[in-house]
């Protein structure tokens, strides 16, 4: 018998090859969310930085934060830009909206309606970020169960073929194809949840970071904006 790959994909039945098409489909989809979403990760991050570096002297002096606006269009694919640009908005708004009426603008009022304004973009970007995450744990959790699938054939058909006179009738030649599909199945089914839950649980890892970073410096910004119309 031959052990190759090859002689292994001939040697299956349609059961287990129909289970190793379906995991190799799975692979390639997670394969694909992964490097798309590596890039997004990678790009966010790196823009981020680069918009809180630019930020935070703006907050620091606390009356440039108009300075602050359309900011975020030097920064794409940068969240924090995202949540801090709405915030902006809302702040230069309220204040026109109160030098428009004449009144004193209120600090709380408006720290609340930015607050409001971040945590609501906030929400939009972390469900972005986590476009086809959902699908990395899905493959991870079942593709173990679709390699057993074919593990089940496999076995099932080396008892055949241990029972039936005509095949050999018990030599241990003639199940030994059946026990090596049910292992190659099982094998590519532990590959693919493998690789899904590593990078997985990388993306996870990212995406806190990401919410620290949104959540600090949005917090920040509201600080600023407080000490700046109390002060």
Do not use: C
């Not at 073929?161 to 050999?168: E, M, Q």
């Amino acid at each position: 018998m031959d052990f190759t790959l090859v002689g292994l994909w001939h040697e299956m039945g349609p059961v287990a090859r129909g289970v190793v098409v379906i995991l190799m489909v799975m692979s390639l989809y997670s394969l694909g969310i992964t490097g798309e979403r590596l890039a997004t990760f990678w790009r966010g991050r790196k823009q981020s930085r680069r918009y809180i570096e630019a930020l935070a002297p703006l907050i620091e002096s606390g009356g440039r934060l108009r300075e602050a606006l359309g900011l975020e269009k030097q920064h794409p694919g940068s969240p924090v830009a995202s949540v801090i640009a709405a915030g902006l908005g809302e702040y230069a708004r309220g204040l026109d909206a109160s030098a428009s009426r004449g009144a004193v603008p209120n600090p709380f009022d408006i720290a609340e309606v930015v607050n409001r304004a971040m945590e609501r973009v906030k929400e939009r970007e972390l469900a972005t970020l986590r476009r086809g995450l959902p699908v990395l744990a899905t493959v991870s959790s079942s593709a173990p169960f679709v390699g057993l699938f074919g593990t089940v054939g496999g076995i099932i058909t080396a008892f055949q073929k241990l029972a039936d006179p005509t095949k050999g009738g018990g030599g241990i030649g003639t199940v030994s194809a059946g026990i090596a599909e049910a292992l190659v199945t099982t094998a590519v089914g532990l590959g693919v949840a493998i690789i899904s839950v590593w990078f997985y649980n990388f993306f996870t890892a990212r995406l806190d970071d990401m919410t620290i970073d949104i959540d600090e410096t949005a917090s920040e910004l509201v600080d600023t904006i407080l000490k700046g119309q109390l002060g």
